[in-house]
């Protein structure tokens, strides 16, 4: 392998944990939701850090890392989630209201769960609690 393959190779690297760092800049929908991330936050910071001192295969390890937590979390808060506004519509349905849309909308979320779409899931639940606030 010349040095030239090797410094290319490395500049590939280097720049998909660049863009991997600018996704996780980027304010997932759980956040706003409450989920904790801060360990996968700080995997990212030092990712990022090991990036700065150009240590790739540091950074793309320690990335790796981040997105396999991020991984594992996100589908349990998701779940999660869907369970509590379940319980949230049953107990709406039990005061009477008319629940036609929010029905609607759990399950177009329960249909992003099951094609393991996180972040449209996320979105989903987000707007169905919106829709519970205006029904009252």
């Known amino acids: 392998m010349t040095l030239v393959a090797t410094s290319k190779m490395v500049g590939e690297r280097a720049a998909q ?11 997932p929908c759980g956040r706003a939701m409450g989920m904790d991330i801060v360990i996968s936050e700080k995997l990212l910071r030092q990712a990022r850090e090991s990036m700065d001192r150009r240590d790739v295969v540091g950074a793309l390890r320690i990335g790796k890392q981040a997105q396999d937590r991020l991984k594992r979390d996100v589908p349990a808060f998701v779940h999660e989630e869907m369970r509590k506004a379940r319980s949230q519509l049953l107990d709406l349905k039990l005061k009477g209201n008319d629940l036609a849309k929010p029905i609607g909308i759990l399950k177009e979320a329960s249909t992003f769960v099951k094609q393991e779409a996180w972040a449209k899931a996320l979105r989903q639940v987000r707007e169905f609690y919106r829709e519970i606030e205006s029904v009252g």
């Open 17 to 27: 944990v660049g863009r991997r760092a600018r996704l996780a800049s980027k304010p």
